[in-house]
């Protein structure tokens, strides 16, 4: 039997996130405010290289997510507040990070952090943001916030060593790449929605709900996300583009042209991934072969499949604003590419 897609998801409509922010725009000042008062510090250059990054024009989906899913189980309360502004904390606090182990020059079309102040100071001011998250979670007072947020903390750092190791090897396969990315982007995703249910005293089918929508979202993300830095410009994406091409990242664009290439196109992917082709002559050439096998196409459209998967995880909760933004922001994360 075939499943159903959203008309979204079929290109029937054109996606945005503009019902997402209109629902929680009052809450995300709250948001806002609590960012803006937790990265105070006595040490000047604390605030200046955290507001870098947080006032560098980021969607912060993640917090968003967390609020639109308290609308969408009807709490009113304000514990979501701070929780939402924990997960834009550590988001930041990993994108500072992985600046550094990326050796990044770019995000959201401006300099990062370790280009204007140094690798040092990046990586200690991402720890102190990571500190003043599980001070949020702490303030709280529950253990299974507590818990949910710690735990995808720790799996994130899991997600960024294992994406480290199988840097370079081209022989990472599908299914230690989809391991990858649901460890290190998905996770947040997925706690991020789920602790809504938490803070709205909801049971545990309906926490699972929101972990799958927030996992299902998140894998579509980074799908696309690899996908189009093979297949866009360094304006659309706000990165220089190829450069997972250039630091040996096995993308799944790549773990499928590989696996479909003859003999010689094998070479040209291992000789490129372990870093004997990076020119940008090379690169052209590798989007040329991306182009010819459809490994962009694919992935894009297995980013479409984790997309209707997030959206059939929202089908217990009743239809409403809350849950048509949450379904469009599901379109909007796949849309990006096109």
Known sequence: MTATVHPLLSGAATPSLDPLVSLIAADMNHVNAEILARMQSEVPLIPELAGHLIAGGGKRMRPMLTLACAKLLGYGGTRHHKLAATVEFIHTATLLHDDVVDGSG??????????????????????????????????????????????????????????????????????????????????????????????????????????????NLGIAFQLVDDAIDYASDGTTMGKDTGDDFRDGKVTLPVILAHARGDETQRRFWKDAIEGRRTSDEDLAHAIRLLEEIGAVADTLARARHYGQRAIAALGRFPDGRAKSALIEAVEFAVARAY
Do not use: H
């Open 106 to 215: 770019m995000r959201r079309g401006k300099r990062t952090a370790n280009l204007i102040w140094g690798n040092p100071a990046t990586v200690l001011v991402g720890d102190f943001l990571f500190s003043r998250s599980f001070e949020l979670m702490v303030e709280d007072g529950s253990l299974r916030v507590l818990r949910i947020l710690s735990s995808a903390s720790a799996i994130i750092a899991e997600g960024e060593v294992a994406q480290l190791t199988a840097q370079r090897r081209i022989e990472t396969d599908e299914d230690r790449y989809l391991r990858i990315i649901d460890a290190k982007t998905a996770a947040l995703f997925a706690a991020a929605c789920r602790i809504s249910a938490v803070v709205a005293e909801r049971d545990e089918a309906d926490e699972l709900a929101l972990d799958s929508y927030g996992r």
